[in-house]
């Protein structure tokens, strides 16, 4: 199937690291993405990983990738109130079709 | 350097009216792709044009076509409209060469269908 999976919802308390966590389905994809959106505003691209490595880092973001589980995951440190945002998974599946989850929902508590 | 834009921000028509939706690229960009996003779902994939083609289409019907401009701009339209077909239609581009597919995303055109 063509469906990619992740948690509807993740609550965190500010200062401290969220994991957001995503299944993907075509062991073939080249690119992985991670995309943030806020209320009422399109998506912005936060990172992304080629297929054939196993992390990236990028400031506060780290992206860790199994691909023998088809298994992202997207750890954000030092949460700040400015990260509560939908976050997606993505995959390219090749030719450029993008393949989005349901996205994660971040909450940040006090 | 101006980012994508597209047209108009809202629109609310009748079950089966027709709607057309504008984007243009990002500076330099020349390929565009159009997303259907349900509330409380993710961006599904309707179709991309390049070289002002349809290269690639998802699981959309026929009812749902596009173009591309010379200056790569490119439409939406949809006919027939459906109550399901309310939603937030968002616009990416990107540039062809780059390996990465980095898409880059318009605020999104919100239909409303009564």
């Known amino acids: 199937g063509e469906d990619v999976e992740q948690s509807l919802f993740l609550s965190v308390r500010e200062g401290d690291s969220s994991v957001i966590n995503c299944t993907y389905t075509d062991s073939s994809s080249t690119y992985l993405y991670w995309y943030k959106q806020e209320p009422g505003a399109g998506l912005q691209l936060l990172t992304y990983i080629f297929s054939n490595m196993d992390m990236k880092q990028d400031q506060r973001l780290t992206v860790l990738l199994n691909k023998k589980d088809k298994h992202l995951s997207l750890r954000i440190a030092d949460t700040q109130t400015g990260d509560s945002a939908i976050y997606f998974c993505a995959e390219n599946q090749g030719d450029d079709k993008i393949i989005f989850g349901k996205g994660t929902r971040l909450h940040i508590l006090p | 350097d101006a980012g994508v834009t597209q047209s108009p921000t809202h629109l609310i028509k009748t079950r089966g009216q027709q709607v057309t939706l504008r984007c243009s690229p990002k500076?330099?960009?020349?390929?565009v792709s159009w997303y259907q996003q349900a509330l409380g779902q993710g961006p599904q994939f309707i179709f991309q044009y390049y070289e002002e083609e349809e290269r690639q289409r998802g699981n959309f019907p026929d009812r749902f076509s596009g173009h591309q401009f010379p200056n790569y701009s490119s439409e939406l339209n949809v006919n027939a409209l459906l109550l399901g077909d309310s939603a937030l239609y968002l616009c990416a581009s990107s540039f062809w060469t780059t390996n990465a597919n980095e898409q880059f995303f318009g605020p999104g055109t919100r239909l409303t269908v009564l």
């Open positions: 500076s330099g960009h020349d390929t």
